[in-house]
């Protein structure tokens, strides 16, 4: 057991995210009081049932007020409505955060709406699943992985330093980052990727009959690796790929080209291109991995 960070800290959206830091929070003993405002009556029922929060309901007076810390979880799209929800029953000295996937349209939709005194830190979690809800949620999910923390130069630094001692305490490595930076980062990584997925199984799925058959039937781990991928929530990613638009279609762009320089080597056998290409992205999976295990 650690010493509490805070003494109660309100979930906004109790799904995989929150109900996971939820579960590390209540393990480690680093809040009092752990309460969720959320719009769906299962989920509450769920993370009560859990024992995840000690308190759940759609109810903002109900959660939020008392609340040290806030954390918005719900999907990007949502983080307007429930920020002007939340916003008359945050204290004064309150800290918001978020988990949301992108950074400078959470910020655009969220600072407006707090109210004077209370404390915004921006942060993302790059640790997740391909599944949605409270029941998904594990206190492991933040072990080894990065935090993304994107102040701006008018956030309260005491603010900064105590989401970061929370994403730390949970088994964070903390990062800070320039929001813009960070939406093309994420863009690289894991926007395009998972647009990539949505792209891949859908073709599959759309081909002709007998051939779906077998596309499942033989699917081998390159695809199913992608239909993991593309098993992930929809309304959740409709709203990354809608609030990071800009950097996705950049990158979009410089990703066909290159795709169509690969589609011209295979259609002139320029065998030497493709190997030469292949042998870079090698050794760009074995520098990932072997950084993971420095860390
Ligand atoms: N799933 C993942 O792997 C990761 C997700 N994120 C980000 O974390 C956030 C949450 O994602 P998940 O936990 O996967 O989502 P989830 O779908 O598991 O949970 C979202 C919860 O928000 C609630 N909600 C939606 N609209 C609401 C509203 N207006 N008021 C109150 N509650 C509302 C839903 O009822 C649901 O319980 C998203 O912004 C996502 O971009 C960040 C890192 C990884
Ligand atoms: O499940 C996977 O492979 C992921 O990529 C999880 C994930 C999804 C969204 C994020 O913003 C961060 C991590």
Redesign the pocket.
């Known amino acids: 057991m650690t010493a509490p960070l805070f003494d109660t800290i309100c979930f ?9 830091l939820a579960r590390a929070v209540r393990k480690l003993g680093l809040a009092r009081r752990l309460t969720s ?4 009556p ?3 029922r769920v ?1 009560l049932e859990l024992g995840v929060v000690d308190s759940a309901s ?1 109810d903002p007076a109900a959660e939020v007020a008392g609340a040290g810390l806030v954390v ?8 307007e ?2 920020t002007q ?1 939340i916003a008359p029953y945050l204290a004064s000295g309150a800290i918001v955060s ?5 950074k400078t349209a ?1 910020i655009r939709d969220v600072e407006p709406f707090l109210p004077e005194g209370v404390h915004f830190v921006p942060g ?11 029941a ?2 594990f206190a492991e999910l933040f072990q080894g992985r990065w935090c993304i923390l994107t102040p701006q130069a008018h956030t309260d630094v005491q603010a900064t330093a105590r989401v970061r001692a929370l994403w730390e305490a949970v088994g964070s490595t903390v990062e800070e980052m320039d929001p813009a930076h960070h939406d093309r980062v994420l863009a690289v990584t ?1 926007h395009l990727p998972h647009l990539i997925a949505y792209t891949i199984v859908g073709t599959a799925n759309d081909l002709e009959g007998v051939m779906e058959q077998e596309v499942i039937k033989f699917s081998a781990s390159g695809f199913r690796d992608f239909t993991r991928i593309a098993a ?2 929809p ?3 409709r ?2 790929f809608l609030n990071n638009k800009e950097a996705v279609l950049e990158l979009l762009q410089r990703f066909t080209e290159d795709l169509t320089a690969l589609q011209r080597s295979i259609r002139w056998g320029e065998g030497e291109v493709l190997e030469k290409h292949f042998t870079k992205t090698r050794a760009i999976r074995r520098a990932i991995i072997d950084a993971k295990q420095d860390r």
Do not use: K, Q, R, Y
């Not at 993302?124 to 409270?134: L, V």
């Open positions: 906004v959206g109790i799904g995989l995210i929150n109900s996971s405002l959320d719009c769906d299962e989920a509450c993370a759609a918005l979880g719900t999907p990007v799209g949502a983080m409505a429930v929800a978020d988990v949301g996937s992108v959470v993302h979690p790059i640790a997740g699943t391909e599944f949605s809800g409270p998904a949620g894991s992930s929530d309304i959740m990613w709203d990354i």
